[in-house]
């Protein structure tokens, strides 16, 4: 079905980083192939953090709770930024990792591909 265009849109987004204190911005965190938590999670963080308190602080926030979490072998976590594979500087901040605002980091994890292999 084609789709005609009415025009441009524009409007003030109310989600702007420009919107959020000094410093902080929002980051999407997905886990490929564990569909238990189905979509990827936003987190508000300072542009400033090591991109390792990912890791250590926020993932087990979420990702504790399914099975396999525990078992990810962190130094061979396959990560992309924005839907392209990077290697993340651990020591290095969101901001210096190349992380914008509403930026989408997704990590796959060879070798664990869900609940009994089902991507769940």
Not at 87 to 97: L, R, V
Not at 107 to 112: H, S
Request: proline letters at 9%; hydrophobic letters at 35%.
């Amino acid at each position: 079905m084609p789709i005609r265009s009415i025009g441009k849109y524009v409007f003030d987004h109310m989600d702007s980083i420009d919107k959020y204190p000094d410093g902080i911005q929002l980051i999407n965190i997905g886990w490929d192939h564990h569909l238990m938590i189905e979509a990827p999670i936003c987190f508000p963080v300072p542009q400033d953090m090591p991109f390792g308190d990912i890791i250590e602080n926020l993932m087990p926030v979420s990702y504790d709770q399914h099975p396999e979490f525990e078992k990810i072998n962190w130094d061979e976590v396959e990560w992309l930024r924005d839907d392209e594979p990077f290697t993340p500087d651990m020591d290095a901040s969101i901001k210096d990792n190349g992380i914008v605002h509403k930026g989408v980091i997704r990590f796959r994890t060879p070798g664990l591909n869900g609940i009994q292999g089902t991507g769940s």
